[in-house]
Nanobody, 118 residues
């Protein structure tokens, strides 16, 4: 069983930065692609960024150049550094762990609120 625990959300002014963290509790962290998703009120959950054990990453177009995903495999933790935040980035951010081989094996964190406002 895997548990994901997120932290780092909060209220930030436009143009500001936040760093989200997600700790992976469980076995075989190296078998999982880690990702961050977000869901704004009234909208569907969307992929923000994803990273493999080897460090290969991909980003949604809306966050390219502003957000950086990284992972510390020794600490089984994944991070999302968010810069130049705007009101459109306001959402609940969720950490996700997707198994490399077993596609039906998927875990979610509880979510952390990010609010960008004056």
């Amino acid at each position: 069983q895997v548990q994901l625990v997120e932290s780092g959300g909060g209220l930030v002014q436009p143009g500001g930065s936040l760093r989200l963290s997600c700790v992976f509790w469980g076995n075989n962290f190296n078998y999982y692609v880690m990702g961050w998703y977000r869901q704004a009120p009234g909208k569907q959950r969307e992929l923000v960024a994803r990273i493999t054990f080897g460090g290969s990453s991909m980003y949604a177009d809306l966050v390219k150049g502003r957000f950086t995903i990284s992972r510390d495999n020794a600490k089984t933790t994944v991070y999302l550094q968010m810069n130049s935040l705007g009101p459109e980035d306001t959402a609940v951010y969720y950490c996700n762990a997707g198994h490399l081989v077993r596609e039906t094996v998927n875990y979610w964190g509880q979510g952390t609120q990010v609010t960008v406002s004056l």
